[in-house]
Nanobody, 116 residues
Framework: EVQLVESGGGLVQLGGSLRLSCAASGFRFSASSMSWVRQRPGKGTEWVSGITSGGGTIWYADSVKGRFTVSRDNAKNILYLQMNDLEPQDTAVYYC???WGPGGIRGQGTQVTVSS
């Protein structure tokens, strides 16, 4: 059974940083592309970032490019999202997702709230 457990969210001030983690189990993590998606209040799901199995290809939404960095540790089965220079519009529930794109199996999510 695929399990994805996100952590690291919280309340941060404008311009602050957070590092999200996603612990994966139940599938061959090292062979899977992974993604981060978010759901902002009253909005649809937004694909934030994707990373291929070996990390050779990475994609970012324009809204986070230059501020967010995705990475992975295939030895520990953990996906990361380093978020810097956070803005109020980054407030959302963040999910890690198995696969490339926004439609894969997700975890329960972690709330990120950016105050101005």
């Amino acid at each position: 059974e695929v399990q994805l457990v996100e952590s690291g969210g919280g309340l941060v001030q404008l311009g602050g940083s957070l590092r999200l983690s996603c612990a994966a189990s139940g599938f061959r993590f090292s062979a899977s592309s992974m993604s981060w998606v978010r759901q902002r209040p009253g909005k649809g799901t937004e694909w934030v970032s994707g990373i291929t199995s070996g990390g050779g290809t990475i994609w970012y939404a324009d809204s986070v490019k230059g501020r967010f960095t995705v990475s992975r540790d295939n030895a520990k089965n953990i996906l990361y999202l380093q978020m810097n220079d956070l803005e109020p519009q980054d407030t959302a529930v963040y999910y890690c997702s198995k696969g490339w794109g926004p439609g894969g199996i997700r975890g329960q999510g972690t709330q990120v709230t950016v105050s101005s």
